[in-house]
T-cell receptor
Framework: DQQVKQNSPSLSVQEGRISILNCDYTNSMFDYFLWYKKYPAEGPTFLISISSIKDKNEDGRFTVFLNKSAKHLSLHIVPSQPGDSAVYFCAASEDAGGTSYGKLTFGQGTILTVHP | NAGVTQTPKFRVLKTGQSMTLLCAQDMNHEYMYWYRQDPGMGLRLIHYSVGEGTTAKGEVPDGYNVSRLKKQNFLLGLESAAPSQTSVYFC?????????????FGPGTRLTVL
């Protein structure tokens, strides 16, 4: 039962254009959503997050959008740069209270390639 | 401030051998986690700990044991390695006060079981 899904295994974009990475989830108890970036031979690094009370969060070139009714979130990178080439994971978590203990459920990842 | 470190970085085992992976964090985080990453599967939670002396099962705990004797360390053990345990293993930690439950990851251990 895959609660968080990234249906696109890969995405190829030209430098300077927009990259849009998508993520769908099924668990309505998820309250926090995160994006991680992973380079080869390194651990994932936290990129940006959003809580369920918001529908948009921006940080520089990165914007995350959340559509709760559709159980869908997306990460927009504008403009895309070759250094953005990496694997991007979306993750979701229930509220830190109770027994969630900060656990994250990850999607399968999307390989982003930005061509110069 | 090293963050999260993992030892070793690489290891090759024969089926049936045992080993322990060590994770250490210097951020005084309460929560620690062990994941495995396999192609097309994302990161799957093996075990986690919410404090010193506590452990709990995650999504894929079979074949693994863990211990957290000190707050800063979280050990993952394989008692009898199997080829299905060939994977990249990541340790992560997070603060009980984290706003979005963001976790900080180590660099990973690549394990091959022959």
């Amino acid at each position: 039962d895959q609660q968080v899904k990234q249906n696109s295994p890969s995405l190829s974009v030209q430098e300077g254009r927009i990259s849009i990475l998508n993520c769908d989830y099924t668990n309505s108890m998820f309250d926090y959503f995160l994006w991680y970036k992973k380079y080869p031979a390194e651990g994932p690094t936290f990129l940006i997050s959003i809580s369920s009370i918001k529908d948009k969060n921006e940080d520089g070139r990165f914007t995350v959008f959340l559509n709760k009714s559709a159980k869908h979130l997306s990460l927009h990178i504008v403009p895309s740069q070759p250094g953005d080439s990496a694997v991007y994971f979306c993750a979701a978590s229930e509220d830190a209270g109770g027994t969630s203990y900060g656990k994250l459920t990850f999607g399968q990842g999307t390989i982003l390639t930005v061509h110069p | 401030n090293a963050g999260v470190t993992q030892t070793p970085k690489f290891r090759v085992l024969k089926t049936g051998q045992s080993m322990t992976l060590l994770c250490a964090q210097d951020m005084n985080h309460e929560y620690m986690y062990w994941y495995r990453q396999d192609p097309g599967m994302g990161l799957r939670l093996i075990h986690y700990s919410v404090g010193e002396g506590t452990t709990a099962k995650g999504e894929v705990p079979d074949g693994y044991n863990v211990s957290r004797l000190k707050k800063q360390n979280f050990l993952l053990g394989l008692e009898s390695a199997a080829p299905s345990q060939t994977s990249v293993y990541f340790c992560a930690s997070s603060s009980i006060l984290a706003t979005y439950n963001e976790q900080f990851f180590g660099p990973g251990t690549r394990l091959t079981v022959l």
